[in-house]
């Protein structure tokens, strides 16, 4: 789907939000002032940190600059599960060198994707990616950080490989899209789930049966920004700013009201990233 549809209008401000997963630079983020302006536009509807996610190294060391250049702004480094044959020796060093700075609050994205292989040229076969992943286990729990997962199609794999491995103290699924049965599990195991606006999708069945099984202090909320624009604006660009339609059709699916699932989100997030409670540190 191509965004040629028109920017999403600025929802109802819903503070206090965080945006626990987006990727500022494939929003446009890609210097101070861009980055400024996208956090300038979130927080002007109440969403006002957000964790930046890399997916290649280059993704990596601009998730970490932007964390530098906006206190409003915290980054998550890993190299993708579609890329990890390209995890070689001096990859690992600056993956770990990045996801070791202060601002860097998870090791991210990584896990296994089983949709792209074989569609998607020079996407990393499913070897190389559980070695990536197993890598990338080890390196959350030597840095005492959470591990963020991106899992696609790939549940009963994923769930193995922590086990195996045994599992870093924080585990946060991003973009939660399985059902039930792996809801469950993953909260039997002790994850966080992370949702995105595949919730408002009236298609997503099973997504939508899960999001109320989820206790309070285990979901997080995510734009994936620029990807997965929520209802009603699919095909359209997302950015941070669009948190509070998730949001909402978040509480709606668990007949709770929005600002209270907003509290909780934020709550969660400041917790499992190990942010300062309240806001962001002043420049
Ligand atoms: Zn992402």
């Known amino acids: 789907m191509s965004a040629t549809r028109p920017a999403p209008d600025l929802p109802d401000p819903l503070p206090p939000l965080i945006d626990a997963h987006t990727h500022l630079d494939a929003c446009g983020g890609t210097d101070a002032e861009s ?12 969403v006002g940190r957000v964790v930046t996610v890399a997916d290649d190294l280059d993704a990596a060391r601009a998730a970490v600059a932007a964390a530098h250049w906006d206190g409003r702004v915290y980054a ?14 001096a990859t690992k060093q600056e993956i770990e060198r990045l996801a070791s700075d ?5 090791v991210g994205e990584t896990g296994l994707d089983w949709y792209w292989p074989g569609k998607l040229e020079g996407c990393a076969e499913r070897d190389a990616q559980i070695e990536g992943f197993r890598w990338h286990i080890d390196l959350a729990k030597r840095l005492g950080k959470p591990l963020m997962i991106h899992n ?7 769930l193995r490989v922590l086990r195996e491995e045994g599992a870093p ?8 899209s399985s059902g039930p049965d792996t809801a469950r599990a993953c909260l039997d195991a002790g994850y966080v789930l992370s949702f995105a606006g595949t919730v ?14 989820v206790p309070s202090d285990r979901f997080l909320l995510e734009t994936d920004a620029p990807f997965l624009t929520p209802h009603p604006f699919r095909g359209a660009p997302n950015e941070p700013y669009c948190l509070p339609y998730t949001a909402r059709a978040f509480a709606e699916l668990r007949g709770e009201d929005p600002h209270e699932v907003a509290r909780c989100a934020t709550a969660n997030a400041e917790r499992v990233y190990r942010l300062a409670a309240g806001g962001a540190r002043p420049e």
Not at 102 to 106: C, G, K, L, Y
Not at 170 to 176: E, P
């Open 76 to 89: 998550a480094a890993a190299i993708h599960p579609t890329r990890a044959d390209t995890l070689d020796v």
């Open 169 to 176: 103290e924080t585990v946060i699924f991003h973009c939660f």
């Open 200 to 213: 408002s999708f009236r298609n997503a069945k099973a997504l939508r049966e899960a999001a109320p099984l």
């Open 102 to 106: 202060e601002r860097t609050v998870a």
């Open 152 to 158: 696609r199609e790939a549940d009963d794999d994923v």
């Open 35 to 46: 980055v400024a302006a996208i956090v300038d536009r979130a927080a002007s509807v109440g």
